[in-house]
């Protein structure tokens, strides 16, 4: 397999104008409204744009509504995980000369949306899950979180649980567009409110409305745009099932394949990381996953979270727009992840901003823990 | 059971026997001849092997609990009136993993307890759907 890393570059990355609770907008707007915007960030036009990439909506709808004719698609739809992956197969199109610039767009209204969204009931879930209420993120991960605390520990898993939902706000206190910017103590972790047991209140992301876009084009032509190119250096994608009774094992998530084959592709190590996002549906889900890209080993999450070492000061600094926990979660989070990744790298983030990072690993989760995409990006 | 207002299951060509039976009060597995896997959920073609040559197996309706949930705020409409519910993982004896709820229990930490041995009991929800659910081995 050839090797592609840094042969193409994330030059373009925005939120739409607004995110959070922003009834008076449609998801279609809020893909339009990043589109336009991560296109003047890169200094690119719409006409510029040759390849398409979305999940959620099909590509001829969004297109249509974003007034883009491309003549490369992509539909990858693996839940959050899908703006990563399409990163993935961005520099892949950009290589095989399908595209040259690659427009990746998102855009949901989580809490506002007039009509709901829903889900194929001929989908086996429609049999198995629902009838007994295991319906939604937030009953599924806290089964697998149970079972992460039958098999470590529930003490010390309750703790590195905490210590994400406080290290993740205090970032978002330092991110004037994160939805939650009040303090949190652990007392207000473990006093909030049960949703699914093991799971506080606080061990959930936000729901919102949002969307966010990514241009990605090859290194050559990046190195003609006025931003600094954000390589992407490494990429993988992986998913080994849907609903959480096919998942082979409830405390590894499939990052154990793609965080590993990520870093190699990169020619890096965990190390060699200054910023780590991993998509944080639940606390539980940084839990898992980082153990499962290789950070540290199975049930020593804990250990290497303990102190606030990922919060602001910290020494492995976690989501630091203040993550779907904090910042924004419209419901396919995993596109913020790569917008604040290049935002750190170029030196964009004000308050927040970490001293000179060079490498920052992505990780996307979709579905029920189903689905990973990691990418390492960095920076000269 | 007209006033039943919760989810009930799309029944699906390869799953129709699966809930005949559940109606019955028995729990049934698809099982392969040629890998000898039993596997849930209901599929005509071995999803391990690709084999054609699947049966039906009746399960014992044993198994222990894996994974579990007290649900305390419903995730939709119908669910917000039958909280708490505990959400469940069990481990057949013949293999395979399946959802359910857990019955007949009380819903704490000291009564639920990962590892417990579970057994299977049908709770006949409408005239039509029995569903398939498990309490603690008598």
Known sequence: MANLSKTAAIVGVAESDEIGIVPGKSALMMHMEAARNALADAALTKDDVDGFFTAGYWNYDVAEFLGIKPTYTDSTSVGGSSFVIHVAHAIAAINAGYCEVALITHGQMGRSARAPYGRDPNLPSAQYDSPYGIIGPPVNYAMAASRYMHQYGEERTRQALAEIAVSTRKWAQMNPKAMMRDPMTFDDYHNSRWIARPFHLLDCCLVTDAGAAVVVTSAERAKTLPKAPVYVLGAAEHHDHSLIHQMPDLTVTPAAITGPAALAMAGVTHKDIDLTMIYDSFTYTVLATLESLGFCGPGEGPDFLANQRSAPGGDWPLNTSGGGLSYTHPGMYGIFLIVEAVRQLRGETGERQLKDPKLSLVNGTGGLLSSTGTIILGVD | ?138
């Open chain 2, 1 to 138: 059971m007209a006033d039943y207002k919760l989810p009930l299951p799309t029944k699906q060509p390869e799953s129709d026997f699966y809930w005949e039976k559940a109606q019955a009060h028995e729990l049934w597995l698809r099982k392969c001849n040629t890998c000898g896997d039993a596997y849930f959920y209901p599929r005509d073609i071995c999803p391990k092997c690709y084999s054609n040559d699947v049966s039906w197996i009746q399960a014992s309706g044993k198994g222990t609990l894996h994974a579990y949930s007290i649900v305390e705020r419903g995730p939709i409409p119908p669910f917000r009136d039958a909280v708490p519910y505990v959400a469940a993982l069990i481990d057949l004896d013949e293999g395979p993993r399946m959802p359910t709820n857990l019955v007949g229990v009380e819903f704490d930490d000291e009564h639920i307890k990962i590892g417990m041995a579970v057994e299977v009991t049908f709770d006949e929800v409408t005239d039509e759907v029995t569903l398939p659910k498990f309490k603690p081995a008598s």
